[in-house]
């Protein structure tokens, strides 16, 4: 896959579609490679008429890695973060919001729909925020706003975000860990295929595996929290929210928000679906999006 040069990093991407259709920048989570987002939705967004580019995130995939931090200590961010102490990160959120933007400048690309899913929707939001004459449409997905107060997760999930990645650093542990994962984050309203589970997480391993990034993208997170709801108010692109109703790592009310918090925020809540892109679900956010994009 291509590479750009940006920020004086260099990021890995994809482009799928017909070069003339309207660009669509997919911005992912925690960890999240190019491989991460499936082939059902990348072709669904492509089917509905979008360009759509994907790229690996600093410190994750093919792109460049931040191997001189070392691995975050993400329950010591979370209890400076939580008494209002500063949070010391290799990078934040506005960081990758500007590779997203110099992505766009290296391909060309003067203003793309802007689609984030996850601490990608934190990204996305804030990319929006930095960059408004960049941003067409903001589409932000199983995000939270960041304010203090909101419901966090609990439980099994709290315990697992705070985790490290498949400690073993096995490809068959990073299997198993896709599953149990998908069993505690995922949509209890659809159906789980497991074994896709699996091969899509060998292949995941076998790209790159660096849970070290994916600790430092959710430090990078806990760091910026508070950075950017005061500027939420002041988005101007139009805003579509979707979300999972039944999402346990961000509640609903996280999101629920985001959309009070941006003016003229629409918003989608899709029955039975958590933390993650079941496929029953797919055709529903596609379409969501083709629809709030031709409104």
């Known amino acids: 896959m291509p590479k750009a040069t940006t920020n004086n990093i260099e990021l890995e991407y994809k482009i799928w579609g017909d070069d003339s259709a309207p660009p669509l920048l997919l911005i992912g989570g925690l960890g999240v490679q190019i491989l991460s987002w499936t082939e059902l939705f990348v072709q ?33 961010a979370f209890t400076q973060a939580r008494a209002k102490e500063k949070v010391k990160a290799p990078y934040n959120l506005e960081d990758m919001a500007d590779d997203a933007a110099g992505l766009l400048d290296f391909l060309s690309i003067d203003q793309a729909l802007v689609v984030g899913n996850s601490n990608g929707g934190a990204i996305a939001q804030t990319f929006a925020i930095r960059h408004p004459a960049k941003t067409k449409i903001l589409i932000s997905m199983m995000a939270t706003s960041g304010r203090r107060g909101l419901p966090r997760p609990e439980g099994a999930v709290a315990e697992w ?28 309203g659809f159906p789980r295929d497991e074994s896709a589970i699996r091969e899509k997480a060998g292949l995941l391993f076998d790209r790159s595996f660096y849970p070290a990034g994916n600790s430092r993208h959710l430090l990078a997170s806990i760091a910026s ?41 629409k918003m989608i809540v899709i029955d039975g679906m958590g933390h993650d892109f079941p496929a029953g679900a797919v055709p529903v956010i596609a379409s969501g999006i083709k629809d709030f994009v031709s409104t």
């Open 44 to 76: 669904a967004l492509v089917d509905r008429g979008f360009r759509v580019i994907a790229y690996d995130n600093r410190d994750i995939g093919m792109s460049t890695k931040f191997d001189d931090w070392g691995p975050a200590d993400i329950k010591t």
């Open 161 to 188: 975000l705070s985790s490290p990645r498949n400690p073993s650093g096995t490809r068959e542990a990073a299997m198993d860990e896709a599953v149990s994962t998908s069993k505690i984050i995922g949509s209890p």
């Open 225 to 265: 929290a508070d950075n950017r709801v005061e500027s939420l108010s002041g988005i101007t692109a139009p805003t579509l929210v979707i979300h999972g109703r039944a999402d346990p790592l961000v509640p609903l009310a996280c999101a629920e928000d985001v959309q009070k918090t941006i003016p003229g925020a």
